[in-house]
């Protein structure tokens, strides 16, 4: 009972746009949040460059940062970071994109759990080469 649309140039085109979109969307939301949210630095300071960059360092080593507890490595997939995220991005309002869709996100798609855990993982990277 699925439906079946012919992938034509010009709708290839309109999707990868959407995507585009909601990945650059997706991206300027979740920096601050993550940020914020493991207590990156908003300094220029060496001192404070060296800290982020260690900091990221850790989080990435055996992809800390996709865990509740990111210390303890428990609770995988479960962490308030992910959750805020999603939050804002599609749940923000009644007319967001999660609320009028809701159908599409319960449960949550995995591939969108993997947006968000990729843009984070691209934060955190983008840290480490700032600090080099």
Not at 13 to 31: A, D, N, Q
Not at 84 to 109: E, H, R
């Amino acid at each position: 009972a699925g439906l079946t649309v012919q992938l034509t140039p010009s709708l290839v085109k309109m999707m990868t746009r959407c995507t585009s979109h909601i990945c650059g969307e997706l991206k300027t939301k979740m920096c601050g949040l993550t940020a914020s949210f493991f207590g990156f630095w908003a300094s220029c300071s060496i001192a404070a460059i060296q800290a982020n960059r260690d900091l990221a360092e850790t989080l990435k080593e055996g992809a800390s940062f996709v865990f509740k507890d990111w210390e303890k490595k428990s609770s995988i997939y479960k962490s308030d970071l992910m959750q805020s995220g999603i939050n804002d991005m599609w749940f923000a309002n009644c007319i967001d994109k999660g609320i009028v869709y809701a159908s599409y996100f319960d449960p949550l798609p995995v591939k969108l759990i993997a947006l968000v855990l990729t843009v984070v993982n691209l934060f955190e990277s983008s840290v480490i080469r700032c600090g080099s």
